[in-house]
């Protein structure tokens, strides 16, 4: 559709849809989506964030790795029963008491990898013990499950009767490594937060850009006092009170340096606040 007054050379636009015109105020949006996105980023790039989603993480692989291990333990169940019932009569006292044999050893392999779980989560190590348990039961359990197939010289049923206890010993095993390597990420979000200023979400666009040559400066080397004061200096305004939190927030600096700093920082400025 051609747009009125411009017969022969005008623009075409969708019908029902107004041209676009170069008053629309790009400069402005687009200053609006960069306060936005920095405003994300700021909230995303929290360590308290970080590890909720970590958390989140874990407990979607613990519940995975549960599931699977039960089942896989559930599926044995029956194999184990007649190992351990050796042709007894259905119904039989032998035969009942055949099916008390694996939930006993299932149990105490449940025991351990539940055990596991917080200790993994705390990063803290197990004995010997607590392994060669972990092992012997699912050695056991593998044993008893196979030991017909075994027997009979079936390949396809020491295949299928492997898988399961197999799998589960793999996840018992990796499910440990996993809940440690997702402890050591959230402990580095943390750490990484630490080694860097705070920045104020609300803040302009362009003051977190002031702020950022302070934080280059620290990755290049060890920053002096007299550094971290004139970094400070440089970011103080008149209506600014010279505080410890503040003094953190523009230079990055540690909690036990920032009071000393705005301290000096007080006494070149001519003012402060203590807390």
Known sequence: MLTPGSRGGGRVVAFGRPP????????????REAVEAAEMRAHQARPDVVA???????????????????????FTMTNVQGFAAA??????????AAWLLDPTVSL??????????????????????????????LAATYVMN?????????WSGIVLHSVPPLVVFVAAEAVTDLRDKLTEAVAAAFTEADQRPVVNAGAPVH???????ARRK???GR???????????????????VSPSWVREVTGCSRGLSSRLAAALADEVGGGDER
């Open 146 to 154: 196979t030991w017909a197939s075994f027997a009979a010289g079936s």
């Open 223 to 241: 920053v002096t006092f007299a550094e971290y004061v004139a970094v400070a200096s440089e970011a103080w305004t008149p209506d600014v009170v």
């Open 207 to 213: 003051e977190m850009a002031e702020r950022r040559p």
């Open 20 to 31: 676009a015109t170069p008053t629309d105020d790009q400069a402005g949006r687009l200053a």
């Open 87 to 96: 042709g007894s009569a259905a119904w039989s006292l032998p035969w009942l």
């Open 52 to 74: 909720l989603r970590v958390e989140r993480v874990r407990a979607q692989v613990d519940r995975l790795c549960w599931a699977g291990i039960v089942l896989g333990l559930a």
């Open 218 to 220: 620290r990755s290049g």
């Open 108 to 137: 105490v392999l449940l025991a351990i990898l539940r055990a596991e779980q917080v200790t993994a989560r705390y990063r803290v190590r197990t004995g010997p013990w607590v392994r060669r348990a972990k092992w012997f039961t």
